[in-house]
């Protein structure tokens, strides 16, 4: 699992690469959140190299959407795969999570 | 193609950071040699990561020596046999119902697994005999 990020003004993208699953979740978890500034308003997660999630991913990251929630920021992701897509339309997460086909997508929101 | 897979279990050994790898390898061999949609690969690691997870981790494992995995792939469609000597856990009666319809922030941490498991396996049977718990199911890619 590997993260890169990226800012433009309130908004920050974060790449996120790699499996996640029961062995690396809590990981995953600091890992994202380490990436995020107090100024951050908008966190895009793109998953487009996210090989694989597991219902610990899935875990994690309603803990870390919900700790954006609570301080009235915004989660969504982008550019998932046709496997994580899956994963993610199975556990209603494309209801609570916004889901954007793109970066760009995203950014405008 | 068909694999089985011994995981002897002890206290010192076969912890979920182990046996996971050992899933994800074998798995990945089969969807290359039985040409796999990307869906059934990943729907199938899932699947054996929640139950490792369960039987690894949940519950008592005190009495836990051995989990037995049979993995028979045709036709892009895997079936899966499980069978340990761990604490009677039933994945189609023993785990309530995840709420899907709750808001971000009413939705409570945990508890998809198993419900993954039930909504991603088809011909799903469950017995419990010699002490053993048999867990038979079949993943197909997303339909």
């Known amino acids: 699992m590997k993260f890169s990020h990226e800012r433009s003004g309130d908004t920050l993208v974060v790449n996120a690469s790699g499996r996640v699953d029961g062995s690396n979740a809590s990981d995953f978890l600091d890992s994202l959140q380490g990436t995020f500034d107090p100024g951050d308003q908008r966190i895009i997660l793109n998953l487009s190299s996210l090989e694989y999630i597991s219902s610990a991913g899935l875990r994690v990251l309603l803990m870390a959407a919900q700790n954006l929630d609570k301080q009235e920021k915004s989660l969504s992701v982008c550019s998932m795969t046709e496997a994580v897509g899956d994963v993610f339309r199975i556990s209603g997460f494309d209801q609570i999570i916004d889901v954007f086909p793109s970066v760009e997508d995203a950014k405008q929101g | ?143």
């Open chain 2, 1 to 143: 193609m068909r694999r089985l897979l011994h995981l002897p279990h002890s206290t010192q050994h076969s912890q979920t950071s182990d046996v996971l790898p050992l899933i994800e390898n074998v798995l990945n061999e089969m969807a290359e040699a039985d040409d796999w949609p990307v869906t059934l690969t990943m729907r199938a690691n899932l699947i054996l990561e929640e139950l490792m997870l369960n039987t690894l981790t949940h519950g008592d494992t005190s009495g836990l020596t051995e989990i037995n995995l049979d993995l028979e792939s045709e036709s892009h469609a895997l079936t899966i046999h499980v069978t340990d000597d761990g604490s009677p856990f039933n994945p189609l009666t023993d785990a309530p119902e995840p709420d899907l319809t709750l808001p971000l922030s009413e939705r409570p941490i945990g508890g998809l697994g198993v419900y993954l498991v039930r909504t991603m396996g088809e011909e799903i049977e469950y017995r419990r005999e010699d002490n053993r718990n048999h867990l038979k199911l079949v993943v197909r890619p997303e339909s």
